[in-house]
């Protein structure tokens, strides 16, 4: 089934890299947020990630037009109604997205595939009930989203096998590359990934070592791409710690998942990495 409009629901940092994912690619994008500010955000986003593709030679002015003049940004769910997939990317609040997804099947055509970029909330709850469930499943891409490319494409209870290959087959058409998984909790990487955050995270809390120290051996010495504390402020600290609870509560509390209390303290004081300028390093200069 050919693909022609995408509707992405909320434009904070990954909505709007998801976006411009498929802005590039052609796909007319409806990119959706109740937040107006937002939506200013994310345009200056675009601008500035496809001009710095023009100075580096990648694209022309004009296709740099082009692929800007793709996304559109609303505040109208209506506006989705034609679209042939929606990919909600909205924080990590479970009764959050189960409403958003009770209102698009509502609103979408029957056929029109849902997509939810949840990094570890359920599938099969998220769609439960829900009219046409079987056109629900999980599209995990990982931040930042037009660089990163792997994408989970996560199988729900209800999901049918038919629309799990158009959602394989549409994240290779994204130039991505898709592995299909099982409705586990955080899916393959966020569940292999708690160990890299938790235990730097009870290293630190042991006095061990400092923040600094545990970033410089795990790149350094480690051959990671980057720190665990680098990395929670590059994702964002309210993102990186939800997860981690998710997969501590739907692991039935698994002493291994167990969230920091560090990392709960940095989320109380608004100290959530790079997008606030402050996290365990200091962006603000």
């Given at each position: ?5 995408i ?10 890299g998801?976006a411009?994912v ?5 796909h ?5 947020d109740t937040?107006q ?7 200056s986003y675009?601008l ?12 022309s ?17 209506a ?9 909600e990317?909205?924080?990590?609040r479970l009764?959050?997205?189960k409403?958003?997804f ?12 849902l997509?939810?970029?949840?990094s ?5 709850e998220?769609a439960?009930g ?20 792997l994408?989970e ?8 096998e038919?629309?799990v290959?158009?959602?394989y087959?549409f994240?290779?058409?994204l130039?991505?590359v ?5 409705d586990?909790?955080g899916f393959?990487?966020?569940?292999v ?10 290293i630190l809390?042991d ?9 410089r051996?795990m ?6 791409k980057m ?7 590059m ?20 002493g291994r998942f ?28």
């Amino acid at each position: 089934m050919a693909v022609h409009s995408i509707g992405v629901i909320g434009a904070g940092t990954m909505g709007a890299g998801i976006a411009l994912v498929c802005a590039r690619k052609g796909h007319r994008v409806h990119l959706l947020d109740t937040n107006q500010d937002v939506l200013n955000k994310a345009q200056s986003y675009l601008l500035e990630v496809l001009s710095k593709d023009v100075q580096k030679g990648r694209i022309s002015k004009q296709q740099k037009e082009q692929t800007y003049r793709l996304v559109v940004p609303v505040q109208d769910m209506a506006l989705l109604k034609e679209s042939d997939i929606v990919i909600e990317a909205v924080p990590e609040r479970l009764e959050l997205k189960k409403s958003i997804f009770a209102s698009l099947t509502e609103v979408c055509r029957s056929d029109s595939l849902l997509l939810t970029n949840t990094s570890s909330l359920s599938i099969t709850e998220i769609a439960g009930g829900l009219t046409h469930a079987e056109r629900i499943l999980g599209f995990h891409f990982f931040n930042p989203a037009p660089v990163m490319p792997l994408v989970e494409v996560v199988r729900g209870k209800q999901s049918s096998e038919q629309n799990v290959t158009r959602a394989y087959q549409f994240a290779r058409d994204l130039g991505k590359v898709p592995v299909v998984v099982a409705d586990t909790p955080g899916f393959i990487v966020n569940r292999v990934a708690r160990p890299y955050y938790n235990e730097a995270l009870r290293i630190l809390g042991d006095g061990i070592a400092e923040v600094d120290q545990i970033d410089r051996i795990m790149t350094l010495a480690g051959g990671f791409k980057m720190g665990p504390f680098e990395l929670q402020d590059m994702i964002g600290i309210d993102i990186n710690f939800a997860t981690t609870e998710s997969v501590y509560t739907n692991f039935f509390h698994e002493g291994r998942f167990k969230p920091s209390r560090i990392q709960q303290r940095m989320v109380q004081a608004g100290k959530l990495g790079r997008k606030t300028g402050e996290g365990f390093y200091d962006y603000s200069k």
